[in-house]
């Protein structure tokens, strides 16, 4: 078997499914809700879509995934019994690097696309009116044309990322370079911290401002107690 470890060990034979680039990250996304090909790209932006559809495809045939049509007849995948078994192994390598990798290397690795998914996935709307909010994330140590990014949460329909204008009234506006916002939702920083040193700008609703770090829902590993050096986040 081509790239096969050539050993009986469940280990190497677990490994052969799931050690291969991105397939960690895939399943991940799988755990965190996404179910379709277009919202497993947007939260991993830097995969191709060949190589995706590769991933998908090497899964199903191992009997982790399995493809279903969804609503309108979309082609969705969905986690079988043996995917969600791995939901300990996936969530605990997250724990382990939130614990044991240093933030220095964390913070260098930054994507506005995919902080602004993550964000979207873990909003807590319970601190926010009950009505539609309309949340603007501004990174000014980026390009223009990458700078702006929208959140809309809705008591109905949910929270929505938005990559263009939705065109909606701005609720509360955030400006922050991209690396302190991405420090915020990783727990290393503090929305109050930031604003105390300002490298965070709030402008709009006080009522929202003042309940950001409520309803931001950070990472999940965002509690997680820190093993390795921490390292000054302004920059």
Not at 30 to 51: A, E, I, K, V, W
Not at 205 to 228: C, D, I, K, N, Y
Request: net charge negative; proline share 6%.
């Amino acid at each position: 078997m081509r790239g096969s470890y050539g050993q009986f060990c469940p280990v190497s034979m677990a490994s052969e499914v799931l050690c291969a680039r991105w397939t960690p990250l895939l399943i991940r996304e799988f755990l965190c809700g996404s179910t379709r090909f277009n919202d497993l790209r947007r939260g991993l932006p830097r995969m191709s879509p060949t190589l995706l559809s590769k991933r998908l495809g090497e899964l199903e045939a191992a009997g982790v995934v399995q493809s279903v049509k969804g609503d309108q007849g979309v082609k969705e995948y969905r986690l079988t019994k043996a995917g969600e078994e791995l939901r300990p192994l996936i969530l605990g390598i997250g724990a382990w690097g939130q614990r044991w990798v240093e933030s220095e290397i964390s913070l260098n690795n930054l994507d506005p696309e995919l902080l602004i998914w993550d964000m979207h996935r873990f909003l807590n709307i319970d601190p926010l009116p009950e009505r539609r909010v309309c949340l603007q994330f501004v990174f000014n140590n980026l390009p223009s044309a990458r700078q702006n990014y929208w959140l809309l949460a809705d008591p109905q329909s949910g929270v929505e990322a938005c990559y263009a204008d939705p065109g909606y009234d701005i609720d509360l506006y955030s400006e922050s370079s991209l690396r302190t916002m991405t420090a915020i939702w990783m727990g290393l920083d503090t929305v109050e911290k930031a604003v105390k040193e300002g490298r965070l700008e709030l402008t709009g609703s006080r009522e929202v401002a003042a309940r950001m770090q409520e309803w931001l829902g950070l990472s999940p590993f965002a509690q997680e107690p820190r093993m390795a050096g921490l390292v000054h986040i302004a920059q």
